[in-house]
T-cell receptor
Framework: AQTVTQSQPEMSVQEAETVTLSCTYD???????LFWYKQPPSRQMILVIR??????QNATENRFSVNFQKAAKSFSLKISDSQLGDTAMYFC??????????????FGKGITLSVRP | DVKVTQSSRYLVKRTGEKVFLECVQD?????MFWYRQDPGLGLRLIYF???????EKGDIPEGYSVSREKKERFSLILESASTNQTSMYLC???????????FGSGTRLTVV
């Protein structure tokens, strides 16, 4: 079974600064996907960024980037130039790469990020 | 815009009631999921379905059942609601691109 660990329950960052959210995972799979989801107070889960395990290059989406360390099973999210709208809960998630009925996500416990003005 | 719609945003039910949470998607997705979200526990999978009338238990199926009679609709059923089922319930779906999940905006259920 896969596990996803987010050990920091809360973080705070000053507007315009950079913050890194940590995530580790455990799996015996070689083919998988990793995700960071954002859940603002509206409760709508929004995909921030995704990483395919077989790609060595770290994914980036505008101000969001990941540091994917496959051997260490680590997948951290870096938010640059933090904005007030980044205030939300962030979840790290894992998806097996095999097809069929194994398309369920495994989530970490989440981290609450607060951006201070 | 593609959507996953959950019928209620807030719901208050009494202990022992039979509760139905409805989820509808308009993307012709094969896979649908019900997650439960609790503070400090993240999202945990209750049940999922990969086709009409097909279902599989997730990590915490006890006290719940599901129904998928049509491809677009996936219902979560609490046969006899209990106070420990007070929680946020999130529905999601995914299609051919299995790594693309779309979520509903959640139902906050309170059982009193």
């Amino acid at each position: 079974a896969q596990t996803v660990t987010q050990s920091q329950p809360e973080m705070s960052v000053q507007e315009a600064e950079t913050v890194t959210l940590s995530c580790t995972y455990d799996t015996s799979e070689s083919n998988y996907y990793l995700f960071w989801y954002k859940q603002p107070p509206s409760r709508q889960m929004i995909l921030v960024i995704r990483q395919e395990a077989y790609k060595q290059q770290n994914a980036t989406e505008n101000r969001f980037s990941v540091n994917f360390q496959k051997a260490a099973k680590s997948f951290s999210l870096k938010i640059s130039d933090s904005q007030l709208g980044d205030t939300a809960m962030y979840f790290c998630a894992f998806l097996r790469g095999s097809t069929g009925a194994n398309s369920k996500l495994t989530f970490g416990k989440g981290i609450t990020l607060s951006v201070r003005p | 815009d593609v959507k996953v719609t959950q019928s209620s945003r807030y719901l208050v039910k009494r202990t022992g009631e039979k509760v139905f949470l409805e989820c509808v998607q308009d993307m012709d997705h094969e896979n649908m999921f019900w997650y439960r979200q609790d503070p400090g526990l993240g999202l945990r999978l209750i049940y999922f379905s990969y086709d009409v009338k097909m279902k599989e238990k997730g990590d915490i199926p006890e006290g719940y059942s599901v129904s998928r009679e049509k491809k677009e609709r996936f219902s979560l059923i609490l046969e006899s609601a209990s106070t420990n089922q007070t929680s946020m319930y999130l529905c999601a779906s995914s299609g051919p691109h299995r790594d693309r999940h779309t979520f509903g905006s959640g139902t906050r259920l309170t059982v009193v």
